[in-house]
């Protein structure tokens, strides 16, 4: 046994030389892959930057991530619908309202798709949205701050999944909702859906200067699954296309009874005709009950405000408006290429995708050339608005993105590959495996007119075998193929967090200058903000306590408190006087019911501490802010609640 | 067992130290000594003067960063002081008093000891300056390593600090 320990410590030691001392005398030995040309397109040298940012939806985690490609390295989680107490975020005062719904305080939801804003169909990185599917809900993120600065809820949707897509101009961001519900709801029995239920498409305009999300309308359509979407853009620019499952309406058994009809449909949209028909009075006002969340940087603020009313729009009051455009075998993915003409509905029953022409749709509509219609909406010929069919040989097509060379990507679930193919002359080009069970993929601007068409990240499903195991949880693996070739190469291989459903990508040039690197203190309309420590201070108002306080390396203003009583609710606003580039202060206390927050150079945030007992409480700064980080800390004294004890407070006295 | 692990420990230490890059000799035993860090400087570097870093004068040395020459009118411009007098309050107090040390030096009297370049310079990059000026890099130990913040001022708002300060 001894021996044994002796030659371990022996080996460790030895391993740990040659890793801390390593260098030339090495090289000769080193790891063959890393010599090899895929090692050398993903390697971002220490201190080199990513050329690309790409925004990973976290599906359950219910946020956004952001990563660099190529070298898969993880920048950030955004927090947007789920409390994250790494920031604060839904637990501080300021931004409990961002998570506020007609259903209450709901502090998760299922994110799915970003979408990055645009101008003439290219990427412009003002905002990026995403959706969330289970309480429905779009958010909108600032890519200068990358926080979350607006939610607004989508009522008379029920699981908002063909959403957050935009039009190339950012007009509108749409909420296609995926369950079709009684619209108003109301109690009724579940088997009688068919006929009954319906789907609400909803489209929310876009404020140009601050990007304000309003709801402008809400088709309310047949009661099918609307399950994604994407703009026209180019000559189809006015439409908005959906992918639809489950036209039979059933309502039960769905993995069996919603596979009955050969043919669903691609929904085409003409909404800029249903625009003008609600700009000249169109559409019947509803009540509705949702929030609307708004984060304010200038005051640090969230408010939420309940809106009341809903304008609905009957597609069949708005002729030439609304076609369905009939797509084998339950599509899911509805992908428009960047020119604008193609419209690809990838049926996931199916091993073949199939391609729609914008031109033949038009004129097929022109020459009312329907095949019957449902609820009243015309279905145009399937042979007429054709253009061609990706025979691939893979099975279970998902979704598909786009280089600017003329070539589609799409992913196959079932046969967990990516699929490069030509548009016009439909033909398979290469394929490429994945691991595992592949759901979207991105291109950097791969829906858009403008695609940067370099590398394309696969997002799967299972991960398997793929990393070190960690027990039956393991995170999604993604794979990042070089496509800048004919043929695609796998580069890397890079786990990621939550389980993403879609992600947009941008080139690093157009959001890095802006990133936003303080908040001036001197722009701070916080109405509990410090601007200098003179103002430091605790109020007492009845039970409540106010303390007014301010950070700065390595102290806290003020850091002793007495006066404070059992019982009382404690608001701790802290300001922080940091001006410098990454130099956050955190804010703890014993017991906090919350969490810490995390307070950016000149922001002010607010954490409620409710003290149950008599003593003497410290607090301290969470996040290494200098050397003297560890003396960053305070006390506060708790009296019983009888105690006569006056407020006092002070620092370095 | 007990004795391998210290062993063990020993040695990596010691492979960790011969890898750092630096060569510095291993010291034997163990210190509670605080003014061990200053006392290294000064074994490196040929002592220039017994006097704390902050009642050091050092009219001569103008510090490093974008300010190279200023010239002080002989008259106090009192609109710059009132803005200056105001920046102070809302950047400085964190850890400045004017009459009295409290996490940096007092302020009072500051131009007696320091260039107003050295002032401005100090305001508008503190990193740079406690990294290359040597009565930065004595201040920021006498001042128990509490690194001054960067506050992100203009020039033109340091000047007006500076203008302030004049009135001290």
Redesign the interface.
Known sequence: M?KY??YM?ALI?VA??IS??GNGSNKSSSNGALGSSAAEKVYVAPGQQDEFYAFLSGGYSGNLTVYGLPSGRMFKEIPVFSQFPTSGYGYSEETKPMLNTSFGFVPWDDAHHPDISQTNGELDGRWIFINGNNTPRVARINLSTFETEEIIEVPNSAGNHSSSFITENTEYVVAGTRFSVPVPQKDMPINEYKGNFKGALTFISVEQEHGNMDIKFQLLMPGFNYDLSHPGRGDSHGWFFFTTYNTEEANSLMEVNSSQNDKDFIAAVNWKKIEEYVNNGGGTKMPADYAHNVYDEGTHMGTSTMKKEVLTVDPLKVPGAVFFLPTPKSPHGCDVDPTGQYIIGNGKLSADLTVHSFDKMIVAIEDEKFDGEAYGIPILKFEDVLAGTVKSGGLGPLHTEFDEKGNAYTTFFISSEVVKWKLGTWEVIDRKPTFYSVGHLMIPGGNSRKPFGKYVVAMNKITKDRYLPTGPEMEHSAQIYDISGEKMELIYDFPTHGEPHYAAGCPAELLAPKSKK?YR??DNKHPYAV????EARVERNGKEVHIYM?T????F?PDNIEGVKVGDKVYFHITN????FD?PHGFSIIGQNTSELLVMPGQTKTSIWEPKKVGVWPFYCTDFC???HQEMQGYVRVSPANSDIELSWSL?E | MKVNIAIYSVLCAFFLFACGGKEEKKKDGFSVDRTKSTEKVEETTPKTSEVPASQRITLDNKGVGQIKEITLDPEIDDAMVTKGAELFKTNCTACHKTDKRFIGPKMEGILDRRSPEWVMNMILDPKLMTEEDRCAKDLLVEFNGAAMSNQNLTVEQTRSLLEFFRTL
């Open positions: 001894k320990h002796y410590m030691g740990m030389i801390s001392c303080i203190l001197d601007s200098n420590p003179s301010s700065i390396r390595s102290h203003t006087h940091e001006q410098d130099v200098s050397a003297l370095g």
